[in-house]
Antibody, heavy 119, light 112 residues
Framework: QVQLVESGGGVVQPGRSLRLSCEAS????????MHWVRQAPGKGLEWVAV????????YYGDSVKGRFTISRDNSKNTVYLQMTSLRAEDTAQYYC????????????WGQGTPVTVSS | QSVLTQPPSVSGAPGQRVTISCTGS?????????VHWYQQIPGRAPKLLIY???NRASGVPARFSGSKSVSSASLAITGLQAEDEADYYC????????????FGGGTKLTVL
């Protein structure tokens, strides 16, 4: 079955960097675009970034553009989110999700990894 | 302020029918972008319920249904059950300056 397992979250000081990983299994990873979505405590879902199945295209939400970088290693079935210049408002649960068959929905989600930005 | 607008909360008694609306704009729903719906039980990851406006995801009971008009979409839940108490989010694609993927602010469903 499809599994997405995030890791790399933790507590980090403002201005520092962190890299999240999402390891996929149970499907042909190199055929699917992958997203990162986050959720601040007590808040709604916020889209962060997407990367095409082959890494050829990447798009970002306005609040992270220029600070976060999405990448993937299809040989390791893993998608990454490199986060730099972290701010308090980046504190959230970070989920990776697979694009669904419609091309627009997110049909499988990981359990998430928490990121706390605090001094 | 979310790009897609949902009511903050709805409620209903067991067995009743409730609907959750999702209103968009010219850069998303009115432009023809599909709407997808997710259910999130507190403390858990979101789960896809409805994709491409009116298609139930695998394993989703027939009590859940979706529809879309030009500028809005709706999620309907019939035969409400206690286990349906959760947060519900709509999602679409946006061709404007709002970011490629946009979510509604979420609706908290309370089963009375």
């Amino acid at each position: 079955q499809v599994q997405l397992v995030e890791s790399g979250g933790g507590v980090v000081q403002p201005g520092r960097s962190l890299r999240l990983s999402c390891e996929a299994s149970g499907f042909n990873f190199n055929r699917y675009a992958m997203h990162w979505v986050r959720q601040a405590p007590g808040k709604g879902l916020e889209w962060v970034a997407v990367i095409w199945y082959d890494g050829s295209n990447k798009y970002y939400g306005d609040s992270v553009k220029g600070r976060f970088t999405i990448s993937r290693d299809n040989s390791k079935n893993t998608v990454y989110l490199q986060m730099t210049s972290l701010r308090a408002e980046d504190t959230a649960q970070y989920y990776c999700a697979r694009v669904g068959t419609s091309g627009g929905d997110l049909d499988h989600w990981g359990q998430g990894t928490p990121v706390t930005v605090s001094s | 302020q979310s790009v897609l607008t949902q009511p903050p909360s709805v409620s209903g008694a067991p067995g009743q029918r409730v609907t959750i609306s999702c209103t968009g704009s010219s850069s998303n729903l009115e432009a023809g972008s599909d709407v997808h719906w997710y259910q999130q039980i507190p403390g858990r990851a979101p789960k896809l319920l409805i994709y491409s406006n009116d298609n139930r995801a695998s394993g989703v009971p027939a009590r859940f249904s979706g529809s879309k008009s030009v500028s809005s979409a709706s999620l309907a839940i019939t035969g409400l059950q206690a286990e349906d108490e959760a947060d519900y989010y709509c999602q679409s694609y946006d061709s404007g300056l709002n970011g490629l993927v946009v979510f509604g602010g979420g609706t908290k469903l309370t089963v009375l």
